[in-house]
T-cell receptor, first 116, second 111 residues
Framework: DSGVTQTPKHLITATGQRVTLRCSPRSGDLSVYWYQQSLDQGLQFLIQ???????AKGNILERFSAQQFPDLHSELNLSSLELGDSALYFC???????????????FGPGTRLTVL | SQQGEEDPQALSIQEGENATMNCSYK?????LQWYRQNSGRGLVHLILIRSNEREKHSGRLRVTLDTSKKSSSLLITASRAADTASYFC???????????FGTGTRLKVLA
C-alpha cells in the first residue's frame, strides 16, 4: 500500500459525458502527478501540482483539467469524453523538495475509465 | 521516439536466471528511476540513481547509469516468478519535474 488513494476504482460512462477522478496523496506529500496509461500510448504524464499550484504540464488535452485543493487532494476532470479516453488514470504523490533531485513518486492503484 | 525507451520490449526467462533491461533517454537529467508495475496495478518505485552516480544496488537489483551514453540498465539477479511484471524507467529533464516514462519492458519469469 503506497498510501495514495484514488476513487473510484472503475468508471464506465458514455461518450460526451464528464467525469471527475479523485486522488488523496500520502500524508506529508505536497506534490501530485496525474498520468494516463493506455495500451497503445504507454504511461503519459498529464500534469503536476505542488502545494496547490500547477508546476508542470504534459500531454494534457484541453478537455481535461485538474486542480489541487488546500487539503492537498487533487481532482482530474475529464469532459466531452471520447472512446479514446478509455484508459487507466494514475495519480502519484511525492515530497518534491525543490532542487533535491530525489523526487520519488508513490503511485495510487489507479482509476480504470471505460467510455462506451 | 520518446524519452526513456526500454529495451527489450519483452523478456522471458527461467526462474533463477538474471534479467537485464535497458533504458535510453535524450536530455540531461537530475536522476533516473526504475519502477515496477504488476498487471493493471499502480507502479512501485524500485530504485533511484542520481546523475552523479554510476552504479547502485538494492537487494537483488543493480542499476547502472552512463550519462555519456544517456543510458541505464536494470539487472535483476536470481529472478523469481514474483518478479513477473512490467518495468519502466523514468527521467525528468534537468530543471523540470516533468517525468517521462518509457513504454516498459514486460518481464516474464517462468517457474
Amino acid at each position: 500500500d503506497s498510501g495514495v488513494t484514488q476513487t473510484p476504482k472503475h468508471l464506465i460512462t458514455a461518450t460526451g459525458q464528464r467525469v471527475t477522478l479523485r486522488c488523496s496523496p500520502r500524508s506529508g506529500d505536497l506534490s501530485v502527478y496525474w498520468y494516463q496509461q493506455s495500451l497503445d500510448q504507454g504511461l503519459q504524464f498529464l500534469i503536476q501540482y505542488y502545494n496547490g499550484e500547477e508546476r508542470a504540464k504534459g500531454n494534457i488535452l484541453e478537455r481535461f483539467s485538474a486542480q489541487q485543493f488546500p487539503d492537498l487532494h487533487s481532482e482530474l476532470n475529464l469532459s466531452s469524453l471520447e472512446l479514446g479516453d478509455s484508459a487507466l488514470y494514475f495519480c502519484a504523490s511525492s515530497v518534491a523538495v525543490p532542487g533535491a533531485g530525489t523526487d520519488t513518486q508513490y503511485f495510487g492503484p489507479g482509476t480504470r475509465l471505460t467510455v462506451l | 521516439s520518446q524519452q526513456g525507451e526500454e529495451d527489450p520490449q519483452a523478456l522471458s526467462i527461467q526462474e533463477g536466471e538474471n534479467a537485464t533491461m535497458n533504458c535510453s533517454y535524450k536530455t540531461s537529467i537530475n536522476n533516473l528511476q526504475w519502477y515496477r508495475q504488476n498487471s493493471g496495478r499502480g507502479l512501485v518505485h524500485l530504485i533511484l540513481i542520481r546523475s552523479n552516480e554510476r552504479e547502485k544496488h538494492s537487494g537483488r537489483l543493480r542499476v547502472t547509469l552512463d550519462t555519456s551514453k544517456k543510458s541505464s540498465s536494470l539487472l535483476i539477479t536470481a529472478s523469481r516468478a514474483a518478479d513477473t511484471a512490467s518495468y519502466f524507467c523514468a527521467t525528468a529533464t534537468s530543471g523540470t519535474y516533468k517525468y517521462i516514462f518509457g513504454t516498459g519492458t514486460r518481464l516474464k519469469v517462468l517457474a
